[in-house]
């Protein structure tokens, strides 16, 4: 489970800093380098604090450290559980964790919460590791996830897939993830002014296989990056060089414009995507609760199938990531799984 805010422990004047974003520590975070070194990643397993209680999660089976890059690195591993019940295969979620694009080994955050909830509605859960933005800069990430869909579609019948059914959520980077998951789907190459991105990548060795998805649920994400300090409150400067969406297009934001719109999933909505679901606490003092507002707008303006849960009194995780919300992501990926099984 991740810790709600970005807690800075320093003293005035001091350049070191002890950083908490999204339950990872980083240390040696130095404002005055590019580099940032992962020190200490720890994982909060507090009921209370996240105000829900949920018992081990149960499944069939479960296979750890499935690479879906067709290498032997860590952070294109992924976990795969089935459901307790038995069947011949089963609806998937890809679930992705957050990090501000920070860590590249957190698969497995929220398996006891989210997970265990869709494993207990019938689906199988996917818990996939993404390059952290110190391995790799935008889109890698991206990339990395679409391999992950590609994957399950190659070997579904060894992991008792249903690919009529691929589902993806994810929180913070993590949501941001799923959001572009949801909003790129058979988009390859996209330019804005003189910056372009290929999307899809060639990670691991199923290119031939899609990568699109059919529902996104995204929790509380980045959606605008360019905006985040001017669309609401937040308690961090995200213009600022050594940000942690600087740090992921590799530069700062409003110097390199249009490539940190290219990782933005506003920028490519369209009455193509599949149904979204979007919550955010609107006392998120990380991301503010406009950027879920923003990409709900366009997606709703392009007649997309969306739907938009601002939270009253929510923070970055604490209150959102609650037991009544959660409910209401099983249910969406319920509905839609059942509308495209008719």
């Not at 032997?72 to 992705?96: A, E, G």
């Not at 957050?98 to 909830?117: M, V």
């Not at 959001?179 to 003189?194: E, K, N, R, Y």
């Not at 979204?276 to 997309?304: M, T, W």
């Amino acid at each position: 489970m991740k810790q709600a805010l970005v807690n800075i422990l320093t003293n005035k004047g001091m350049t070191s800093y002890l950083i908490l974003i999204d339950g990872h520590f980083l240390s040696n975070f130095n404002l005055q380098s590019s580099k940032i070194l992962i020190m200490k990643q720890m994982f909060f397993v507090v009921l209370s604090f996240l105000c829900l209680q949920v018992s081990a999660q149960e499944f069939s089976n479960a296979w750890k450290d499935v690479n879906y890059a067709n290498d032997t690195i860590s952070y294109h591993n992924m976990d795969i559980y089935l459901p307790k019940i038995k069947k011949d295969k089963y609806p998937v979620v890809v679930y992705i964790y957050g990090s501000a694009w920070l860590s590249n080994r957190s698969k497995g955050d929220d398996l006891g919460t989210i997970g265990a909830a869709l494993l207990d509605a019938g689906f199988a859960v996917v818990m996939p590791n993404h390059r952290a933005s110190y391995n790799a800069l935008f889109p890698a990430q991206v990339h990395d996830i679409k391999a992950v869909v590609r994957f399950l579609r190659a070997n579904a019948d060894d992991y008792s897939i249903d690919t009529n059914f691929i589902g993806v959520s994810g929180s913070s980077s993590g949501g941001n993830l799923a959001a572009m998951m949801g909003v790129t789907g058979g988009v390859t190459d996209f330019s804005i002014d003189d910056a372009n991105a290929n999307l899809e990548g060639n990670v691991g060795a199923y290119a031939g296989y899609s990568s699109s998805v059919d529902a996104v649920v995204a929790w509380f994400p980045p959606t605008n990056m360019l905006i985040m300090n001017s669309c609401g409150g937040t308690d961090m400067n995200h213009d600022d060089v050594k940000s942690p969406a600087s740090l992921y297009i590799g530069g700062a934001i409003q110097e390199n414009k249009a490539k940190t719109l290219l990782a933005s999933p506003t920028s490519y909505v369209s009455s193509s995507n599949p149904p979204f679901l979007i919550f955010h606490g609107n006392k998120d003092r990380v991301v503010p609760h406009c950027q879920s507002e923003i990409l709900y707008e366009a997606l709703k303006k392009a007649d997309v199938d969306v739907e938009f849960v601002l939270v009253e009194g929510g923070g970055h995780g604490p209150g959102v990531h609650v037991k009544e919300n959660i409910d209401k992501m099983v249910e969406f990926f319920n509905d839609k799984f059942k509308s495209l099984n008719k």
